[in-house]
């Protein structure tokens, strides 16, 4: 078998390296687990387990650039015109359902501060759309922001004991109960 060897691109492939690392750990979290060999996601993206750590130093900074990533996404859907509400909640019920791995790491305190900020940049989103939300009369004038927190904390919780091909009508029935006692 012959010798092949990876050219090392130098700095140069940072900023590609850590884009693949990101994707390949959602991909491989949501597969094998929160507890898959980060072997496994370097092996994934296509990079050394030295390139793994240089990016990520432990296991919870990945998983956070992951949650950023996705947090990225909802902000960015959040910023189009005519969002609404709903838009972010689909979309937060849609990477719930694609990956449940990272439920139990964000749920069982103490939370890491990073994780908390992240939260909270979700919050935020959640309290802009909801006012809308409110003043347009979709939703109930005394719901609150904690209680769409809550209630996707309560999705992912039902999620997470599902499998994989159950989530996305588990999620439906989960919404389905929510949204009778969000809507106005």
């Given amino acids: 078998?012959?010798?092949?060897?990876?050219t090392n691109r130098?700095?140069?492939?940072?900023v590609a390296n850590r884009?693949?690392?990101i994707t390949a750990a959602r991909?491989?979290?949501?597969?094998?687990g929160y507890d898959a060999p980060l072997s496994t996601v370097a092996r994934a993206a296509g990079v050394g387990q030295g390139s793994l750590y240089r990016h990520f130093p432990d296991r919870i900074s990945l998983a956070l650039a992951v949650f950023e990533n996705g947090v990225a996404d909802l902000e960015a859907l959040a910023a189009e015109p005519g969002a609404t509400l709903d838009d972010v909640l689909a979309l937060i019920t849609?990477?719930?359902v694609a990956s449940t791995a990272f439920i139990d790491m964000v749920s069982v305190p103490p939370a890491d501060a990073r994780i908390i900020a992240i939260r909270d940049r979700v919050a935020v989103l959640l309290a802009g759309l909801l006012s809308e939300a409110q003043r347009?009369?979709?939703?109930?004038r005394?719901?609150?922001?904690?209680?769409?927190?809550?209630?996707?904390?309560?999705?992912?919780?039902v999620l997470a004991k599902r499998?994989?091909?159950a989530r996305r009508v588990a999620a439906a029935r989960v919404w389905a109960l929510l949204r009778k006692g969000m809507d106005a």
């Fill in 94 to 96: 849609e990477q719930a």
């Fill in 27 to 32: 991909e491989v979290f949501a597969t094998a």
């Fill in 163 to 165: 499998s994989a091909p």
């Fill in 1 to 6: 078998m012959p010798d092949v060897r990876r």
């Fill in 136 to 140: 347009t009369g979709r939703v109930r």
């Fill in 19 to 21: 884009a693949a690392l």
């Fill in 142 to 157: 005394d719901l609150t922001t904690e209680d769409l927190v809550l209630a996707v904390g309560m999705l992912a919780g």
């Fill in 10 to 14: 130098g700095p140069s492939a940072a």
